[in-house]
């Protein structure tokens, strides 16, 4: 190997990749468990069809339009690795291979467009959301990847290398990216039948707190992992993500304690998630008391967000905009203040001596990525539409999408029905009877089973 390899920084590192690839199928459970039973199915699915395609275009380019050397302005990266050429094995990024640093990036992209789904659960064709997500990681995710994330030493992404936003893990290319897109799709598609009438309630909160806990567990190897070193940077990155997201599901129960008077498992699975957001662009840049004011106000704050939705009448089935986008707005935006300058930035919060300056950039870097995702994505939205059509006939809807658009369904009620079926004659009957032939019913209904438990020890003894 060259000089300056580390082995444990490149197995770190690879293992942080595994880790916030197991993200995405924790999302799928986290955003199908908040959905009605009827779209399950697709819910999952949607997350699913991320990990395909934008595995295969990043191969094919993904990778050279996000990290390829700035090929205008530090907007985007040119074509020199058109289907990953000119990448030898022994190629360094830091410590570690390059391959290693690319397939940990990869698993941030497959991420992103999942994120964007449960804004438009209920309701969308499955072929259009897959036409969708190739057109957005290609024209939105890619170059903000690489105006945030590209680094050359001033050369780099505009946004992050040459106008000194700090973005350790994501907050505005990964999560504000998503939320705004959310938001633009949702008005696109419009509302779902039922909106604001229907409860439309999560049919499995377990399935929801295991989407979460995945989610949480996979989050340190997106924070830790993106030091792509295992240093102290990592280090600290991982322990202001715990600790962070700590904060905000208390503070998330606490206000929906006071708004709505009880404590409730999605209040605490979605406070957890604002949490792991709103940490993400600052982990490497605070301190951990920082990291704990960060969580709270990220709680609290997402927990009234997510009734926007309600007051101003966007659909957002599944609160993307308000714990998304919002999450990663006040996670962005506290760095300029509680950026210590000591830990992994250089760079101070207003907190500790730096002014405004640096707030002013956190701001410029959140309206930027903001205002580009959404034109962007309603744009494409718009184009899909009037393409393949977007969103599934009202019908369709109504009585479910899992079996329209995959001819399943998560769950086989079939054989409960059935039984209920054959049960309910001689319960009625026994009910109408009274108590005696209640036992009646008992007794007959365990002949055949005793007849074939007899049969069976009969075949048994001859097959012996």
Same mark, same amino acid.
């Given at each position: ?20 690839? &197991? ?30 395609? /934008? ?42 291979? /390059?391959?290693?640093?690319? $397939? ?26 897959? *036409?969708?997500?190739? *057109? ?21 992404? !505009? ?6 936003? $700090? ?37 499995? &909160?377990?399935? /929801? ?5 995945? *989610?949480?567990?996979? !989050? ?11 240093? =102290? ?33 999605? =209040? ?87 002014? &405004? ?17 959404? /034109?962007?994505? !309603? ?86």
């Amino acid at each position: 190997m060259p000089d300056g390899f580390s082995a444990g920084d490149t197995a770190f590192v690879l293992i942080s990749a595994a880790l916030v690839m &197991l993200m995405t199928p924790g999302l799928a459970f986290f955003y199908g468990g908040m959905v009605r039973a009827k779209s399950t199915l697709n819910m999952l699915a949607m997350s699913f069809l991320s990990l395909g395609i /934008v595995s295969v275009l990043w191969v094919l380019y993904g990778y050279s339009l996000s990290f390829g050397p700035d090929a205008f302005a530090g907007l985007i990266g040119n074509l020199d690795f058109l289907g990953m050429r000119g990448i030898g094995l022994n190629e360094l990024a830091g410590t570690i291979p /390059v391959t290693a640093f690319s $397939i940990f990036q990869l698993m941030f992209a497959i991420i992103t467009p999942a994120l964007i789904s449960g804004a438009i659960a209920d309701r969308a064709k499955f072929a259009a959301w897959g *036409l969708f997500i190739a *057109l957005w990681v290609t024209i939105v995710y890619f170059p903000v990847a690489h105006w945030v994330f590209f680094f050359d030493g001033g050369h780099g992404g !505009w946004l992050g290398d040459r106008n000194g936003v $700090i973005d350790f893990a994501g907050g505005t290319a990964v999560h504000i990216n998503a939320g705004v897109a959310g938001l633009a799709l949702c008005l696109v598609l419009g509302k779902r039948v039922g909106f604001k009438k229907d409860p439309m309630r999560p049919h499995s &909160l377990p399935l /929801v707190m295991l989407g979460s806990g995945l *989610l949480w567990f996979g !989050w340190f190897g997106f924070n830790a992992g993106s030091a792509l070193a295992a240093n =102290g940077v990592a280090a600290m990155a991982m322990v202001n993500t715990q600790v962070a997201t700590g904060a905000a599901l208390v503070g998330w129960l606490i206000f929906e304690k006071l708004k709505h008077g009880a404590f409730t498992t999605l =209040g605490a699975a979605s406070g957890a998630v604002a949490g792991l957001v709103a940490i993400t662009p600052a982990c490497g840049s605070v301190s951990p008391l920082g990291a704990v004011a960060i969580g709270l106000v990220a709680g609290a704050v997402c927990a009234a967000a997510v009734s926007l939705k309600y007051r101003w009448g966007f659909d957002d089935s599944l609160d993307v905009v308000g714990v998304h986008a919002v999450g990663g707005a006040i996670g962005s935006l506290l760095v300029g203040v509680f950026a210590t300058g000591g830990v992994g930035q250089t760079a101070k919060g207003l907190f500790y001596g730096g002014g &405004l300056g640096q707030l002013g950039k956190q701001a410029m870097g959140v309206a930027v990525v903001a205002a580009y995702s959404f /034109v962007l994505s !309603w744009l494409l939205a718009k184009a899909v539409d009037k393409l393949v059509g977007f969103r599934v006939a009202e019908e369709v809807e109504v009585a479910g999408i899992d079996q329209a658009e995959h001819a399943e369904s998560a769950y086989d009620f079939s054989a409960v029905g059935a039984g209920l079926a054959r049960a309910l004659p001689g319960l009625a009957a026994a009910a109408s009877a009274g108590p005696s032939a209640g036992t009646a019913v008992e007794k007959s209904a365990e002949k055949p089973t005793e007849k074939a438990a007899g049969k069976a020890a009969e075949k048994t003894e001859v097959d012996a």
